[in-house]
């Protein structure tokens, strides 16, 4: 069965590539554009990984995690897609229960290694 990715990015041509260049990788991937959405989506199907925007139109993108897990719908995996290269909001994301923190944009072939190993 084909590992369950959800994108959550407010940015709708950034999701859709990402979507596209893990499609390629056999994952199954779905988007969601803000922390409603997120919430929504991970209250569904069981999600393997997590690509989470930090910055949402309607709020912090790590407030997801709080919410999912007090559902028991926290993904197996979840890191944190920012675009500020900055230790404060690396600890920021580790402590909030981040498995790993990307600065944006990542490139294509690290992004796909890197969800082999988190899928692994």
């Given at each position: 069965?084909?590992?369950?990715?959800?994108?959550?990015?407010?940015?709708a041509?950034?999701?859709?590539?990402?979507?596209?260049l893990l499609?390629?990788?056999?994952?199954?991937v779905h988007?969601?554009?803000?922390?409603e959405?997120?919430?929504?989506?991970?209250?569904g199907?069981?999600?393997?990984?997590?690509?989470?925007?930090l910055?949402?139109?309607?709020?912090?993108?790590?407030?997801?995690l709080?919410?999912?897990?007090?559902?028991?719908?926290?993904?197996?995996?979840?890191?944190?897609l920012?675009g500020?290269?900055?230790?404060?909001?690396?600890?920021?994301c580790r402590?909030?229960?981040?498995?790993?923190?990307?600065?944006?944009?990542?490139?294509?072939?690290?992004?796909l290694?890197?969800?082999?190993?988190?899928?692994?």
């Open positions: 069965m084909a590992r369950r990715i959800l994108i959550v990015e407010d940015n041509l950034a999701a859709g590539a990402l979507q596209a499609e390629t990788g056999g994952y199954v988007i969601a554009h803000s922390v959405a997120a919430i929504d989506a991970c209250s199907e069981a999600t393997d990984l997590m690509l989470l925007d910055t949402l139109p309607d709020g912090d993108g790590l407030s997801v709080p919410a999912v897990a007090a559902i028991g719908r926290l993904p197996t995996t979840t890191v944190a920012t500020h290269d900055d230790p404060i909001i690396t600890a920021r402590a909030a229960g981040c498995h790993d923190v990307l600065l944006k944009p990542v490139p294509a072939r690290e992004l290694a890197r969800a082999a190993a988190w899928l692994a």
